[in-house]
Each structure stands twice: as structure tokens, then as C-alpha cells.
């Protein structure tokens, strides 16, 4: 059974700094991507950065330098830095993979618990 476990989320001031992590346990063939994505109250969960298994980066609209995410694919694990954070980057942050469980199964899309960043003075 593939778990993500997301941690590193919490109250910080406009401008300010965090890092959210990732880390993925369980057995599974193989892994697609990894990645954050976040949700507000009434809206659709939306990407916020993610990182496919050959590398290449993708990000929102528009976070990309004040954001970025890192992966170890030793470790399983996806970090995503947040720098110069404003309040309408407060949201539930996710942790996202996409990993195919056993041989000759279709890739799933697993989900972290969620952690509540908050920016705000």
C-alpha cells in the first residue's frame, strides 16, 4: 500500500518562507511523477508544481520563481521550497504521485492527508 506522508506547513507572514516535503512509502513498480498541488475552500484542487519521472518540471500559472520543487528519486521523496508567499497562497497543500502499483497495473493517482499553509500578518 502506497502512502504519502507531507509535512513542513504552517502560519507564516507575507513575504516569508517554507518548505513543504514529501515522502513516499510502500511498494510499488514504478513512479510517473511527483508533485503538490493545493486547494482552497469551494474551488478545485490546482497544480502547484510537479515533477515527472525524467526530470522536467512543471509548474502553476505563475509560481514558478517564487516556487520550486525538487525530487529525490533515491528516497521518494518531493520537496517544494515557497518563497515570497502572499495571503492567496493559503491553502491545503497535497503531495501527489502517480505510481503504477504492481507490474500490468495502470498508473493511480495517490494523495497526501494535506497540510494547511497559512500567510497571513
Known amino acids: 500500500q502506497v502512502q504519502l506522508v507531507e509535512s513542513g506547513g504552517g502560519l507564516v507572514q507575507p513575504g516569508g518562507s517554507l518548505t513543504l516535503s514529501c515522502a513516499a512509502s510502500g511498494s510499488f513498480i514504478n513512479m510517473y511523477s511527483m508533485g503538490w498541488y493545493r486547494q482552497v475552500p469551494g474551488k478545485q484542487r490546482t497544480l502547484v508544481a510537479r515533477?515527472?519521472?525524467?526530470?522536467?518540471?512543471y509548474y502553476g500559472n505563475s509560481l514558478q520563481g517564487r516556487f520550486t520543487v525538487s525530487k529525490d528519486n533515491a528516497k521518494n521523496t518531493v520537496s517544494l521550497q515557497m518563497n515570497s508567499l502572499k495571503p492567496e497562497d493559503t491553502a491545503v497543500y497535497y503531495c501527489?504521485?502517480?505510481?503504477?502499483?504492481?507490474?500490468?497495473?495502470?498508473?493511480?493517482?495517490?494523495w497526501g492527508q494535506g497540510t494547511q499553509v497559512t500567510v497571513s500578518s
Open positions: 515533477v515527472l519521472s525524467g526530470g522536467n518540471t
Open positions: 501527489n504521485a502517480v505510481i503504477s502499483p504492481r507490474l500490468g497495473t495502470p498508473p493511480y493517482d495517490y
